[in-house]
């Protein structure tokens, strides 16, 4: 019998009129994302550090949309969406992540999956009405 891993993280649609920020992180496009800490952490609470952490940005409102899981081989990925349209701050990217841009919803799906955008990022527009 295989024993499944189980992670649960964050991904935040981060929206500014009709575009969407994206950060790169090695060559890959990406929401701003990370993990749930098991202690003393919810779900909004992991979505406002992560957006903290990885952009600067400080969110108004958190609009939960819902969650989407990703199976691998031993592991599983829960990931809970949370839109942010009202933020305050500018863009400081963390070590993490090299470049950011801004694209509508049409320029992220005409992007190849895995190689140019991470499939997660793809799955939650497709599954998610933003």
């Known amino acids: ?3 499944m891993k189980i992670e649960e993280g964050v991904i935040l649609v981060v929206k500014r009129g009709e575009k969407f920020l994206l950060l790169k992180r090695a060559e890959e496009l990406e929401f701003p994302t990370g993990k749930v800490e098991k202690k003393n952490s919810s779900m909004e609470h992991a979505a406002w550090r992560e957006l903290q952490e990885e952009t600067g940005l ?3 409102k958190l609009e939960y949309l819902g969650s989407f899981e990703r199976k691998e081989k031993n592991k599983i990925s829960i990931f809970h969406a949370f839109l942010v349209e009202k933020f305050a701050g500018e863009i400081k990217l963390s070590e993490e992540h090299s470049d950011f841009c801004w694209l ?3 320029e992220i799906l005409r992007k190849k999956p895995s190689e140019e955008i991470s499939i997660d990022s793809i799955t939650l527009l497709k599954k998610f009405k933003v």
Do not use: G, N
Request: glycine share 0%; no cysteine; charged share 20%.
């Open 104 to 106: 509508t919803k049409e």
């Open 58 to 60: 400080y969110p108004s």
């Open 1 to 3: 019998m295989q024993i």
